[in-house]
């Protein structure tokens, strides 16, 4: 198997605008300000705008699928031929691995921070408990998300050259080359005497 341009420019281009997306989930994170109520004593909490949980579930959705398609070409390294045995193998298990691991992270950190960007706090307290605050989102789990987007993004390219390195042995498989063994070859020469 040869390594596909176009699939290397799907795969890219999925896990860079999961990247920028992710970027945006964090700067776009939901802040509140408490706001007392006009009928009681209550006060609650006013939400900003709730724009990086979309960001950052889209963000899920296109590294799951960038995930899915890559796997899907290689058949997860676990079906179909084996490879050829080597470092290219090795390689590709290693990379395989990486890709997975920050993969997972990413998808943890978007689906945990789009979660808790999505949740709001009501009510604060009875009796004017001003210490209290509003639940928001901490710096860093999107930017988090978005580091291990990029290291799965190089994970995948890596894992994919190296699969397809260690299913050839590095070379094309060419038909109809070689030495022409099977089929017979006349010389003249022996026929002149």
Known sequence: MAVSVSLMAIIISLHLIAFVLAVGSERRRSTAKVVPDEYDERTYCVYSTDASTVYGLTAFGLLLISQTVLNGV????????????????????????????????????????????????????????????????????????????????????????????????????????????????QNNEFGKL
């Open 74 to 185: 290689t058949k997860c390294l676990c079906f179909g031929r084996g490879l050829i045995g080597g470092g290219s193998t090795t390689c590709a298990v290693f990379f395989f691995i990486f890709s997975w691991v920050s993969f997972l992270g990413a998808e943890a950190c978007l689906l945990a921070g789009s979660a808790k960007n999505a949740y709001h706090t009501k009510y604060r307290g009875v009796f004017g408990g001003q210490d209290l605050s509003c639940a928001t989102l901490r710096k860093g789990v999107f930017a988090a998300g978005a580091a291990l987007s990029l290291l799965s993004l190089l994970g995948s390219i890596l894992y994919y050259w190296a699969h397809s390195r260690a299913d050839t042995g590095g070379w094309e498989k060419h038909r109809s080359e070689g030495l022409g063994m099977t089929q017979q070859q």
